[in-house]
């Protein structure tokens, strides 16, 4: 197999894997993380995918969106209304979250609904953790993740709010190395 034949094996493959991302958290690191993510997956995704945005601040989610959809163009933006909407369509979810409270808190209901269990599947796939966090904190949440079916990548960053912005930020990711590879183009 020559490597013309890889490169677009591994695009059908990661065009696939990205059909349906969110970004939960579009504070300080987020929004330009996210901003950076759709010009990745407009360029990669041949248009194919929906970028989900979702932020405690529903108005911050919506300028981020017109603003993304400006600049990305093909590239289907949507607000999620919650983390309902980003539990019931997002294969791939990354989290820029403020504190390991609020990473548990966002886990849960992604993974179980907030319900304990018992609702519908989801068809979350991975979830990347872009915060900064604990070890203990990591090793749990790959737990639970584990316990659902759903991969955890570890992936805190380092930058700042001006990396994140010129997409320049550090990212130490630490999880399944097939996962990393299928990422590695839009993510790492």
Request: aromatic fraction near 2%.
């Amino acid at each position: 197999r020559n490597l013309a034949q890889a490169d677009q094996e591994h695009h059908r493959t990661l065009t696939m894997a990205v059909r349906r991302i969110a970004f939960v958290g579009l504070g300080n690191m987020g929004a330009g993380m996210a901003r950076n993510l759709a010009h990745g997956l407009a360029a990669r995704t041949d248009g194919a995918s929906q970028l989900w945005l979702c932020d405690t601040d529903a108005a911050r989610a919506g300028e981020l969106k017109s603003e993304i959809s400006a600049a990305a163009a093909g590239l289907d933006v949507r607000v999620a209304s919650g983390l309902g909407e980003v539990r019931a369509n997002a294969e791939t979810v990354l989290l820029s979250l403020p504190s390991e409270a609020a990473g548990e808190a966002v886990l849960l209901e992604l993974l179980e609904g907030g319900g304990g269990g018992g609702e519908a599947s989801s068809p979350i796939a991975r979830v990347v953790d872009m915060g900064t966090v604990s070890p203990a904190y990591s090793s749990a949440s790959s737990a639970k993740c584990h316990t659902a079916g759903v991969a955890y990548l570890d992936a805190p960053v380092s930058g700042g709010p001006e990396g994140a912005d010129a997409g320049t930020l550090s990212v130490m990711v630490g999880g399944d190395e097939a996962e990393v590879e299928l990422l590695r183009p839009l993510v790492f």
